[in-house]
C-alpha cells in the first residue's frame, strides 16, 4: 500500500504543476499582448486627436488668411469665397486621411 499512496502524491503534484503551468501560459498569452495592445491604442488615439486639432487650427487660420491677407478681393458679394476654399481644402485634407487609411499594408517578407 505505501507504493499506492505514493503515486497518489506524486499525481497531486504533478496535477499542481500542470495548473501553474497552464496559469503562467495564459497570463503570458493574454495579459502581455493586451498591455501592448492597451499601449498602442492610446498613443495612437493620443496622435489622432493632436492631428486633428493641428488640421481645425490650420483650417482656420487658412480661412483668416483669406479673409485678412487678399485685400479687397473677397470684399462684398464675394466674401463667401474663403469659406468655400476652406471647405475645399478641408476636403482635400480628409481625402488624403481617407487614403492614407484605407491604403493596403505591404506584407513583411
Known amino acids: 500500500m505505501p507504493q499506492a499512496k505514493q503515486k497518489a502524491g506524486e499525481t497531486k503534484t504533478e496535477v499542481a504543476e500542470l495548473v501553474a503551468l497552464i496559469k503562467a501560459y495564459v497570463l503570458q498569452e493574454t495579459v502581455g499582448p493586451l498591455k501592448g495592445i492597451g499601449r498602442q491604442l492610446a498613443f495612437g488615439s493620443a496622435a489622432a486627436f493632436l ?9 482656420v487660420a487658412v480661412l483668416r488668411a483669406l479673409q485678412t491677407e487678399t485685400g479687397r478681393v473677397f470684399a462684398g458679394e464675394w466674401s463667401w ?6 471647405v475645399a481644402a478641408a476636403m482635400v485634407l480628409l481625402g488624403l486621411a481617407a487614403a492614407v487609411g ?5 506584407e513583411a517578407p
Open 51 to 59: 492631428f486633428g486639432l493641428a488640421a481645425v487650427l490650420t483650417l
Open 81 to 86: 469665397v474663403p469659406y468655400l476654399l476652406t
Open 102 to 106: 484605407l491604403r493596403k499594408r505591404s
